[in-house]
Nanobody
Framework: HVQLVESGGGWVQARDSLRLSCGAS????????MAWFRQAPRKAREFVAA????????WHVDSVKGRFTISGDNAKNTVNLQMDSLKPEDTARYYC?????????????????WGQGTQVTVSS
């Protein structure tokens, strides 16, 4: 089993930056990929970014490309999400997820481990 704990959320103004971090513990040797998803009020949870833990590739949803960057350190079992130029529409609860399979990284049903989430609120 893998446990995930997120940190770094908060309340910021538009155009500010935040850095989210997620630490993994437990059976971290089983992790093939890690990702960030988010869920805004009254909306479905959506993919934000993912990282292939073994190959190093990264993917970002179009709405955050050029503003958000996922990075990770598999020696430290951490994955980060640097969020720059934040917009009010980025307001959501952000969840860290991990998968023990090398599959389509943007599909949340492929992830078998989830953190509790951290709230990000961006005011205009």
């Amino acid at each position: 089993h893998v446990q995930l704990v997120e940190s770094g959320g908060g309340w910021v103004q538009a155009r500010d930056s935040l850095r989210l971090s997620c630490g993994a513990s437990g059976r971290t040797d089983s992790i093939h990929g890690m990702a960030w998803f988010r869920q805004a009020p009254r909306k479905a949870r959506e993919f934000v970014a993912a990282m292939d833990w073994r190959g190093g590739g990264t993917w970002h949803v179009d709405s955050v490309k050029g503003r958000f960057t996922i990075s990770g350190d598999n020696a430290k079992n951490t994955v980060n999400l640097q969020m720059d130029s934040l917009k009010p529409e980025d307001t959501a609860r952000y969840y860290c997820a991990a998968t023990s399979r090398s599959v389509n990284w943007w599909i949340q049903s492929n992830y078998n481990y989830w953190g509790q989430g951290t709230q990000v609120t961006v005011s205009s």
